[in-house]
């Protein structure tokens, strides 16, 4: 076990005392020190060697997350019978917190109104990047969530309407988003967000637009928007005004005047 202490260690977690005194413990000689939750041993030359986790705590983009905190909301749900929560990692330098939900009896989740709810009940950065449903959830000898298992489980997006025809300027903002997300994006109505998608990705989508079509979008235009068919109409706005003599509702000239 890995305790940290020193002058710049935190008193503890503010307006939670149960885990302040479950993490953090006064030595009569080293002083306060927190329990890190960080397995390691030492090296004979003092190097220290990382050998995991002794609880389910991950980090995601420099955050460190109880992912049982985000499965006790998404539990709450209606539509949820059961949730695991663990992290991604579909690239080295990409690590996404997934949620894996087995639904109740009745309607199918659908993975944006899930994730609504939670971003009203939680930080942005505890809301899933991906909500799976699956008909079960892998478990250990033990009967415990088997979280190694669920980096590799295969389950199916949360439910989403037939897929509609997309227009071509849908259709190029779609490819652009496949290849960032790593997945097929085929409806106008895909959300960004609830594909994967976060503000590192949105930077690469938006240099691929800049060189594939030819436009400039801002990232807050992007996240206001953060849709395929929304997207394409800013797509569409932008080429409108970096080519103006294009009128596309003024009449067809048929007679040549």
Known sequence: MNWIGGSRLAGGY????ELTAERFVDHASLGRLYRSGDLVSERPDGVLDFHGRVDDQVKVR?????????????REQAEVDDAAVTVRRPAADDARLAAFVVAAPGPVPRAEALRA???????????????TLVERLPLTVSGKVDRRALTAFHGTAAAEDATEVLTPLQQAVA??????????????????LAYGGHSMLALVVTDDLREELGVELSLPD???????????????????????DLH??????????
Do not use: K, M, Y
Not at 222 to 244: I, K, M, Y
């Open 14 to 17: 503010a307006r939670q005392p």
């Open 62 to 74: 420099g955050f460190r997350i109880e992912p049982g905190e985000v499965e006790h909301i998404l």
């Open 117 to 131: 709810r939670l971003a009203e009940q939680l930080p942005a950065h505890l809301v899933p990047d991906e909500l």
């Open 175 to 192: 490819e652009v988003w496949s290849r960032s997300l790593g997945c097929e994006v085929n409806r106008p109505d895909a959300d960004f």
């Open 222 to 244: 992007f996240f206001a928007a953060p849709t395929v068919a929304g997207q394409a109409a800013l797509v569409e706005r932008a080429l409108l005004a970096n080519h103006s």
């Open 248 to 257: 596309l509702d003024a009449p067809e000239d048929t007679d040549g005047h």
